[in-house]
């Protein structure tokens, strides 16, 4: 592939794998002191209906702006996208407001009322871990 370099892949592979280590790690110390239980895997676990539907609400609006993102960055010179219309700001600000939505409907909602804290624990430490990941060059690898 061209601009690849032979060593990306395992470059890649040197970041993905402590990350994801450190947040299953993090995750089960935060599910045992905190008492909750483990979410399902690749659902979106809604507290109720009225979370479904904002949920779906505010998913519809990130695919609409993606959409729109992509029709209008397009257009543009590749040194000059619209920052906040590229896909990787509008999925990371997507999966960030949907955990904060989370929270809110967990905190009023949830049986376990350990339940947000171990939400915004978790959206917080990922979003730490991201900034680390992004300030430090790949934490050094890259």
């Known amino acids: 592939m061209v601009g690849i370099d032979s060593s990306f892949w395992l470059d890649l592979l040197f970041v993905l794998v402590p990350f ?28 109720n209906d009225k979370h479904k539907k904002i949920d779906w609400i ?4 990130f695919i609409a702006l993606m959409i729109l993102g992509g029709a209008v960055n397009i257009n543009r010179l ?4 619209i920052l906040f219309l590229e896909p990787w700001v509008l999925l990371l600000t997507l999966v960030i407001i949907a955990e904060i939505i ?5 905190k009023r909602h949830a049986e376990n009322p350990n339940a947000y804290i171990y939400t915004l624990s978790q959206l917080i430490f ?4 991201l900034i680390s990941l992004f300030s430090t060059n790949c934490w050094g690898v890259l």
């Open 20 to 47: 994801f280590i450190l947040t299953f790690l993090f995750n089960g110390i935060m599910r045992r002191w905190l008492k909750v239980e483990r979410p399902k895997m690749f659902s979106h676990n809604h507290v």
């Open 58 to 61: 505010f998913r519809g609006v």
């Open 78 to 81: 590749p040194e000059e996208p």
């Open 102 to 106: 989370r929270a809110i409907m967990e």
């Open 126 to 129: 990922i979003v730490i871990l």
